[in-house]
């Protein structure tokens, strides 16, 4: 795993996600995915850019697929925003690293 992103699994999930008081970017993605590895280079990126100030995770949904089914992924890579534990915004497919920014500017402002 890159500088910056932790793995979470079924087993660490409720403690290191929904456990976390500050805001969380869980980035759900399998090693088969194509546009899972576009993407991965930003998510390392903002790891850095936001050490300190943002948790970055990685679950692979094929390890995982109880935590992916219950918050109903259907195509990935899905990037999820939880903020003291409750779910508050998810993107589908690879997108911009501005778009992803933008949304984390947003949730850490305020």
Do not use: H
């Not at 850095?48 to 089914?69: F, I, Q």
């Amino acid at each position: 795993m890159a500088e910056g992103i932790m793995e979470v699994t079924t087993a660490t999930w409720d403690k290191e996600v929904l456990g976390s008081d500050g805001l969380v970017m869980v980035d759900f993605w399998a090693i088969w995915c194509g546009p899972c590895r576009m993407i991965a280079p930003a998510i390392e990126e903002l790891a850095k850019e936001y050490a300190g100030k943002l948790k970055v995770a990685k679950l692979n949904t094929d390890d995982n697929p109880d935590v992916a089914s219950r918050y109903k992924i259907m195509g990935i890579p899905t990037i999820m925003f939880f903020k003291s534990g409750e779910k508050v915004d998810q993107v589908v497919g690879a997108v911009p690293k501005g778009q992803l920014k933008a949304k984390i500017d947003a949730f850490l402002g305020s």
